[in-house]
């Protein structure tokens, strides 16, 4: 089982979150920083037996919301029960990335593409309604 701590409670670890964003921050593609990530985004440290990783869900200039996140290694079901909690909280919430891991993650986790040559990856919690002629 795992546990999520957000970035406003006083047992959120801003330390370790940190920490482990600077050793994932290549693979993110970050052009930010970490203290513009936890200042603008709905953050959350992953715990199960001692710390699993981070996901976090931003606004985009698009206006769609993204989930983002980094791990430990060898942590796979906290991550996609992880990624399947924080993304059940939003009723569409997007995720781009070009990695396979992340993307098996994600799929395990509910997603599904949406424009795979972008490398986009949508999740809907609701029923889309079809478009009746």
């Known amino acids: 089982m795992i546990v999520l701590i957000e ?3 006083p047992y959120f670890d801003v330390q370790t979150a940190k920490e482990n964003f ?7 593609d970050d052009e930010n920083g970490f203290a513009c990530l936890l200042r603008d985004s709905r ?5 199960n037996r001692g710390y699993v990783g981070s ?3 931003y606004e985009g ?3 769609r919301f993204y989930i983002g996140g ?7 079901n906290e991550v996609v ?3 399947r909690q924080v993304s059940d909280m939003y009723p569409k919430i997007f995720a781009h990335t070009r990695h396979l891991n992340a993307v098996i993650a994600l799929k395990k986790a509910g997603f599904k593409w949406y424009n795979r040559k972008k490398k986009l990856l949508r999740k809907l919690n609701f029923k889309e309604k079809e478009n009746v002629k």
Do not use: C, P, T, W
């Open 81 to 83: 029960e992880a990624i």
């Open 7 to 9: 970035k406003n409670s």
């Open 55 to 57: 996901v976090f869900v």
């Open 22 to 28: 600077e050793r994932h921050k290549q693979e993110l």
């Open 61 to 63: 200039v698009d206006g």
């Open 70 to 76: 980094y791990a430990m290694r060898h942590r796979h």
């Open 43 to 47: 953050f959350f440290n992953v715990y």
